[in-house]
């Protein structure tokens, strides 16, 4: 019952959260059908498909939570065996970041920490070559949108870029 | 005709686009989106490229056609009223389902509030068309076989509210019949659909027109006050006994608070373009005749549509509900 | 005879200087847009439109063509190589052709992309000439009901994209619908499922969630792996597919060829269904269906060739009725029109020098695209001999410039993060999303298709029967539903699932 590989009725069953989430994205979308209201089979409303696609995505969620419960799957920590989980996390928070600064502080700003951090965080790259690589790379590419196919990038509240 | 002249022209063509974007500060500084709401290759989206193309060369920036079909013409300046900067880069094409939408139903814009309107450019022809295949060879045809099978007749349009739906609605009160409407995104598609009998009747603008001309379609009327000289065989609805005349005039706007200087700029393009004997040929192409208006003007004119609008939705009995 | 006067008259337009240089300008743009994830034929076409003015039409019309099936070409490139489709239509050369390249062998994968679109593009063209006027009727026998018809079948064909659970790729699958039915709806113009945010009025766009989907959630799970990508690059021998390679293609380029052709023809989505549904057949028909989503050849060869054909078919409806299927054939019809001319059933006899002269210009830009990027498939595979860890920044550099000016908007860069984690995840727990990007863009023809049609039938039911072409996709994607339930295949599915489940 402890083979971490096949767990059945257990909170850690990682099918069992899979078809969960389904299942509540199936009960919100079926939800959002009847407010959009379904119209009639003569001339369906904007909720029509809405709520059918929600009533499918339900069916095919409880047989996922069926087969996880009755058949058992991975543990998410056998899941995540033998993975660098920290690695994808720090990619994550950094696109995040970038993200949220990206408007505020333009593409150049914003790009070339973004590029150093993932230069150095995940499998280090020598400063020497990644330094130049975090510079020229946004440069080059922001000058070859700017001037010569005039794709202008948010340059920021400092108008750089 | 010799070949390099050609080539001259268009790294000219380039080096000036270059050069405009690098030197001037001045609006506009990048390529300007011109959202039209009806897919591409109907006939406004082709007569819009052609006034646009136009109005770019005096702007010196190239116009981006997006065409964001949907909701009758209304998807698209819907969406720019709730998305887009009022910089003037990004401007629309304003159907007069923009002013009778709201009127019929909630929506999520309000035409008098929402857009910066800039200029009044032109209106189009509608008709009736049939395939050359089907039984009905005039509109006499039509309403005789849909007083025997009520609502059995259908017709495409291009969008539920757009001015085909209305006008289609209105004749059949009048004619005392029931039709059924079937509503596409535009021209393209219901152009397809009748050809393919998939509807019994097409109401639209005269994207149909090459079609008409090759036989493969039968134009049963035209909307316009007068017969069209394209058409001289095709009656009017005046001739037809129904007392109404269907252009839907139309023009472009940004969203709202617009610098004036800007709206000022992009008026002065867009009436060169009108006045640009190539924008004349295309829209003629489409038998659409250039009916400008300033935009002081245009805005009066929001105001008169809306009002007259009003009237028609609710005799029809299609407006909405206040609680 | 006609035809063979048609093709010399066609050619002796083609092969004048400047509409040679033409064609090279425009084939050269559109495998340089190809490439470039996110900045689409579309884009490049609207800006260059301009331009193409100052020849004549046949210039302009064929720099305009030879941009758009330059990036057909193009866009399997950064598929193939870093797992990131330039257009939907890439998506399915990614499952396959992105393994190829992590087993090092990137260069076949390349080469037969590239041969196989030639191929296909050469016969669509031959068959375009042949057969083109009486074709035309296919387009506009499909309504409401058969596109609605069409539609289920391409999203149950989507199922045998997928290696491991029919249940969680049906999930995704619905998940993709209701994706593509945020917006206004495009009957009633109501917002739906939008939380109020001004940005989704519009719709959550293609762009952004294919790039998160494949590109950034690839590199997240790469990323997590100890195991260098230099290691496997030592193996790279050839550059080229090699004889075995050609034997196990030639009949998925072949049926992918036809297949392409015939739904490119159609209205909405034919090249993104077909590069699909070729797929599917191609996995169906083979012998050792297991190797798909492995690095099958057959998984890039048909796919491929489907593309391109539909490329070469999509011109039909355009240049026979004046009524294009895609949005880039609607810029080549506005083309014509600011040229003066007007594409519809009279422009072949009126205008014969236009016609075969833009005919014969397809011949010889595929030639170019050949000669073009055969040479380059060399210098893509070195990309992948950079350390993954100078890479996968690149990568996402990319990423974000190609969704960037894909709207010029910083939401879809949000959207686009927001995807690249979902993504992850969905890999992690065996979700696939190849079905919900097929879905994604089925979805929103779907709606409106089921409802038209249940406008026009009055509510009944039986015009999806009723109807021969409708029904007989209809009948075809229950055929398929049903087989894998059958006990033999059945075992097969969930060997494959166990190799995934890892």
Same mark, same amino acid.
């Given at each position: ?77 056998? *899941? #995540?065996?033998? @993975?660098?989980?920290?690695?994808? +996390? ?6 995040? $970041?970038?993200?949220?600064? %990206? ?22 790259? *020598? #400063?020497?070559? @990644?330094?130049?690589?975090?510079? +020229? ?6 000058? $070859?949108?700017?001037?010569? %196919? ?12 | ?323 | ?502």
């Amino acid at each position: 019952m402890n083979d971490p590989e096949n767990v059945k009725l257990r909170l850690n069953n990682s099918e069992l959260w899979g078809g969960l989430i389904g299942l509540a994205l199936g009960v919100f979308v079926v939800w959002s059908g009847l407010k959009l209201k379904l119209g009639t089979i003569n001339d369906p409303g904007s909720g029509y498909v809405l709520f059918y696609t929600g009533i499918l995505m339900c069916a095919f969620a409880a047989t996922i939570i069926i087969g996880a419960i009755t058949e058992g799957s991975p543990t998410f920590a056998a *899941r #995540w065996k033998d @993975a660098r989980w920290t690695k994808p +996390l720090v990619i994550i928070a950094g696109l995040t $970041v970038f993200s949220l600064a %990206l408007d505020r502080l333009g593409f150049l700003l914003s790009t070339i920490p973004l590029m150093l951090l993932l230069l150095r965080a995940i499998d280090p790259v *020598r #400063w020497s070559l @990644a330094i130049p690589i975090a510079l +020229l790379s946004p440069l080059g590419v922001w000058w $070859v949108l700017k001037r010569l %196919l005039l794709i202008q990038l948010p340059s920021g509240i400092f108008e750089i870029g | 005709m010799s070949g390099p002249s050609r080539l001259t022209i268009a790294v000219a063509a380039i080096g000036m686009l270059i050069s405009a974007a690098a030197g001037a500060q001045e609006y506009p500084t990048k390529p300007i989106t011109l959202i039209v709401p009806w897919p591409a290759g109907g006939s406004t989206d082709l007569t819009m490229r052609a006034i646009a193309e136009s109005a770019s060369k005096v702007l010196g920036q190239p116009i981006t056609i997006d065409n964001k079909a949907g909701g009758g013409g209304t998807v698209g300046p819907a969406t720019m009223a709730a998305s887009a900067k009022p910089d003037g880069y990004t401007i629309a094409q304003m159907p007069i389902t923009v002013f009778r939408l709201p009127l019929m139903q909630e929506v999520s814009w309000d035409p008098a509030k929402d857009f910066s309107y800039i200029v009044h450019l032109t209106g189009y022809t509608f008709g009736v068309t049939t395939s050359a295949e089907s039984p009905f060879k005039t509109w006499k045809d039509v309403v005789d076989f849909a007083k025997q099978n009520p609502g059995k007749v259908t017709y495409a349009t291009p969008g539920a509210g757009t001015s085909l739906h209305i006008g289609m609605e209105q004749i059949a009160a009048l004619a005392g019949i029931k039709l059924t409407q079937v509503p596409f995104k535009g021209g393209a598609e219901t152009n397809a659909a009748v050809l393919g009998q998939h509807t019994m009747l097409q109401a639209d603008s005269t994207g149909w027109r090459p079609l008409v001309d090759a036989g493969k379609l039968r134009l049963l009327m035209v909307w316009t006050s007068a017969r069209s000289p394209n058409f001289p065989n095709v009656p009017t609805l005046k001739e037809l006994g129904y007392p109404m005349v269907y252009d839907s005039p139309f023009g472009i706007a940004g969203p709202k608070g617009m610098d004036p200087k800007i709206v000022a700029k992009l008026h002065d393009a867009f009436k060169k373009a009108l006045e640009d004997p190539a924008v004349i040929a295309t829209l003629a192409k489409f038998d659409m005749v250039p009916n400008y208006k300033s935009t002081e003007d245009y805005k009066k004119f929001v105001v008169e549509v809306t009002n007259s609008e009003r009237k028609t939705v609710e005799a029809l009995g299609l407006a909405k509900k206040t609680n | 005879m006609d035809t063979l006067y048609n093709v010399a008259q066609g050619l002796g337009v083609a092969l004048l200087p400047i509409n040679l240089l033409y064609c090279f300008i425009g084939v050269f743009i559109g495998t340089l847009v190809g490439v470039l994830p996110g900045i689409g034929p579309i884009s490049a076409m609207s800006l260059l439109l301009p331009v193409t003015l100052s020849g004549t039409p046949e210039s302009g019309i064929i720099m305009m063509a030879g941009i758009y099936y330059g990036s057909m070409y193009g866009g399997s490139t950064t598929a193939i190589l870093v797992n990131i489709p330039g257009e939907a239509a890439s998506v399915v050369t990614c499952i396959d052709g992105h393994q190829m390249a992590k087993q090092g062998r990137a260069g076949p994968a390349l080469g037969m992309a590239a041969l196989g679109s030639f191929i296909a593009g050469t016969f669509a063209l031959v068959a375009l000439m042949l057969i083109a006027p009486s074709l035309a009727s296919v387009a506009i026998a499909f309504g409401p009901a058969e596109y609605f018809s069409l539609m289920v079948l391409g999203l149950v064909v989507l199922t045998f994209l997928t290696q491991g659970s029919m249940a969680k790729a049906l999930l995704m699958a619905c998940i993709g619908i209701v994706l593509g039915l945020i917006g206004l709806d495009s009957i009633t113009a109501q917002p739906r499922l939008t939380f109020g945010r001004l940005e989704l009025i519009d719709g959550i766009g293609l762009v952004p969630v294919v790039m998160g989907l494949f590109g950034i959630a690839e590199v997240l799970i790469n990323t997590e792996q100890v195991i260098k990508r230099d290691v496997i690059n030592a193996r790279i021998t050839q550059l080229l597919p090699s004889k075995a390679d050609w034997k196990a293609s030639a009949g998925p380029v072949a049926r992918g060829t036809v297949l392409g052709f015939l739904l490119g023809i159609l209205p909405g989505g034919g090249a993104v269904i077909s590069s699909f549904a070729s797929y599917a057949l191609e996995k169906r028909l083979s012998r050792t269906p297991e190797r798909f989503g492995h690095g099958a050849i057959e998984g890039v060869a048909g796919p491929e060739a489907a593309n391109n054909a539909a490329a070469g078919g999509a011109f039909i409806p355009l240049m026979t009725l004046g009524i294009p299927p895609n949005v880039v054939m609607a810029l080549l019809l506005g083309a014509f029109v600011i040229h003066g001319l007007q594409p519809g059933p009279l422009m072949i006899t009126q205008n014969p020098g236009l016609f075969w002269g833009i005919v014969a210009s397809m011949y010889i830009g595929n030639l170019m695209l050949l000669v073009l990027n055969l040479p380059l498939i060399g210098m893509w595979v070195q990309l992948l001999k950079l350390p993954y860890n100078v890479l996968f920044p690149l990568i996402i550099l990319f990423t974000i410039i190609g969704v960037y000016c894909s709207s010029n908007n910083v939401f879809d860069v949000y959207v686009m993060i927001a995807f690249g984690v979902i993504g992850y995840f969905m890999r992690k727990l065996g979700y696939e999303p190849a079905p919900l990007v097929l879905a994604f863009v089925l979805g929103p023809m779907l709606e409106n298709n089921l409802r038209k049609s249940l406008i026009l039938s009055q509510g009944d039911l039986t015009t999806f029967v009723q109807r021969p072409i409708s029904a007989v996709c209809l009948a075809l994607a229950v055929a398929l539903l049903v087989a894998p339930l059958l006990p033999a295949l059945r075992k097969k599915r969930e060997i494959v699932a166990l190799d995934e489940g890892v």
